[in-house]
């Protein structure tokens, strides 16, 4: 198992990527190997602060990093050594199975899209993210940011790679797929979603209909799908909203001693709930439909995001997540 990690990318590199690395290397399959592409004395500094380097990561250097308020295509095209960059092309190249970034999101899908082409019967590409719901059972929704614009049969086929990721990943056995609008009923959306309602009904997959914003978090609903610029607005709410209710627990709490003791004596409860909202531990956004595995973390990415992220790479790779993809789209769009 090969994965080219961006040690550039992120708010926080090289020091939580690389932090975040070498606990993958002590902990996962000792078959794994890292290559961590970027600035090399800027990685090999923080590399010495955790001891031995392990025998199964390498650093391989890159001149140039991709900032996050970078244009994606103008960074990707100007930047032909960039971190984000070269650990694509390793892929391309057959040197590594899979990469990984906390960087520019927007260039990693440029360069994953451009550089690996997409899979057979995949149109364009989808970032999907997996979030918590109340039952325990994960929600993964998609695309959250790849593509502002979607087509009836382009939705249809983010349904298709998100139910292949829901049961090879996170074990759906038969995963429920929902397509999001604003009402449960057929007859509600746009033209575009009704025609992928039409689409998904009739094809092979566990499909419940059209499924609205708060059924993302109920945990009947295991994929839910729809556009970029939907995706994206749902994504980052949530994670505003999740930010808002720790701010406001931790003013009410202050308020007065006796809230203050309480909450002393609910912090295990409090540790549980945190954990369990915690988004780290779905291990990024996966780039689903590119002829390679390619996983991006969010920019604020501390070492525990980083290191499931590329435990998530590992394992969509260990599992032939791609083809798995290509054969579920032949069944669903009729493509292969």
């Given at each position: 198992?090969?994965?080219?990690v961006?040690?550039?990318?992120?708010?926080?590199?090289?020091?939580?990527?690389?932090?975040?690395?070498?606990?993958?290397?002590?902990?996962l399959?000792?078959?794994?190997?890292?290559?961590?592409?970027?600035?090399?004395?800027?990685?090999?500094?923080?590399?010495?602060?955790?001891?031995p380097?392990?025998?199964?990561?390498?650093?391989?250097?890159?001149?140039?990093?991709?900032?996050?308020?970078?244009?994606?295509?103008?960074?990707?095209?100007k930047?032909?050594?960039?971190?984000?960059?070269r650990?694509?092309?390793?892929?391309k190249?057959g040197?590594?199975?899979?990469?990984?970034?906390a960087?520019?999101?927007?260039?990693?899908?440029?360069?994953?899209?451009?550089?690996?082409?997409?899979?057979?019967?995949?149109d364009?590409?989808?970032?999907?993210?997996?979030m918590?719901?109340?039952?325990?059972?994960?929600c993964?929704?998609?695309?959250?940011g790849?593509?502002?614009?979607?087509?009836?049969?382009?939705?249809?086929?983010?349904?298709?790679?998100?139910?292949?990721?829901?049961?090879?990943?996170?074990?759906?056995?038969?995963?429920?797929?929902?397509?999001?609008?604003?009402?449960?009923?057929?007859?509600?959306?746009?033209?575009?979603?009704?025609?992928?309602?039409?689409?998904?009904?009739?094809?092979?997959?566990?499909?419940?209909?059209?499924?609205?914003?708060?059924?993302?978090?109920?945990?009947?609903?295991?994929?839910?799908?729809?556009?970029?610029?939907?995706?994206?607005?749902?994504?980052?709410?949530?994670?505003?909203?999740?930010?808002?209710?720790?701010?406001?627990?931790?003013?009410?709490?202050?308020?007065?001693?006796?809230?203050?003791?309480?909450?002393?004596?609910?912090?295990?409860?409090?540790?549980?709930?945190?954990?369990?909202?915690?988004?780290?531990?779905?291990?990024?956004?996966?780039?689903?439909?590119v002829?390679?595995?390619?996983?991006?973390?969010?920019g604020?990415?501390?070492?525990?995001?980083?290191?499931?992220?590329?435990?998530?790479a590992?394992?969509?790779?260990?599992?032939?997540?791609?083809?798995?993809?290509?054969?579920?789209?032949?069944?669903?769009?009729?493509?292969?």
């Amino acid at each position: 198992m090969r994965i080219a990690v961006d040690a550039m990318g992120g708010d926080f590199a090289p020091l939580e990527t690389v932090a975040g690395s070498v606990r993958a290397a002590r902990e996962l399959d000792p078959l794994t190997k890292l290559y961590l592409r970027g600035d090399r004395a800027a990685v090999e500094a923080e590399l010495r602060k955790h001891g031995p380097v392990p025998a199964k990561i390498e650093v391989r250097h890159a001149t140039e990093t991709v900032g996050m308020d970078e244009h994606p295509a103008l960074a990707i095209r100007k930047k032909k050594d960039s971190s984000i960059g070269r650990a694509v092309d390793m892929v391309k190249a057959g040197e590594a199975d899979a990469m990984m970034s906390a960087g520019n999101t927007g260039a990693v899908v440029v360069a994953a899209t451009l550089k690996l082409r997409t899979l057979e019967g995949v149109d364009r590409p989808a970032i999907a993210a997996v979030m918590p719901t109340v039952s325990g059972r994960p929600c993964v929704v998609l695309d959250v940011g790849a593509n502002v614009d979607s087509s009836a049969a382009r939705l249809a086929e983010f349904a298709a790679m998100g139910a292949v990721y829901s049961r090879i990943i996170l074990g759906r056995e038969n995963p429920v797929v929902g397509l999001l609008s604003i009402g449960g009923e057929d007859i509600k959306g746009n033209d575009t979603t009704k025609e992928a309602f039409s689409m998904l009904e009739s094809g092979p997959l566990n499909f419940r209909g059209n499924v609205e914003g708060h059924d993302l978090f109920e945990g009947a609903t295991d994929v839910a799908v729809c556009d970029g610029f939907v995706g994206n607005v749902v994504l980052k709410t949530a994670e505003s909203v999740a930010r808002a209710i720790g701010h406001w627990m931790k003013i009410e709490f202050k308020a007065s001693p006796a809230r203050m003791f309480g909450a002393l004596m609910l912090t295990g409860a409090l540790r549980s709930m945190k954990k369990r909202m915690d988004p780290d531990m779905y291990g990024g956004a996966p780039l689903l439909g590119v002829n390679g595995v390619c996983i991006i973390t969010h920019g604020a990415s501390r070492s525990n995001a980083i290191f499931h992220a590329i435990r998530v790479a590992s394992e969509s790779v260990y599992h032939h997540l791609n083809a798995a993809i290509v054969e579920e789209l032949g069944k669903a769009c009729g493509k292969t």
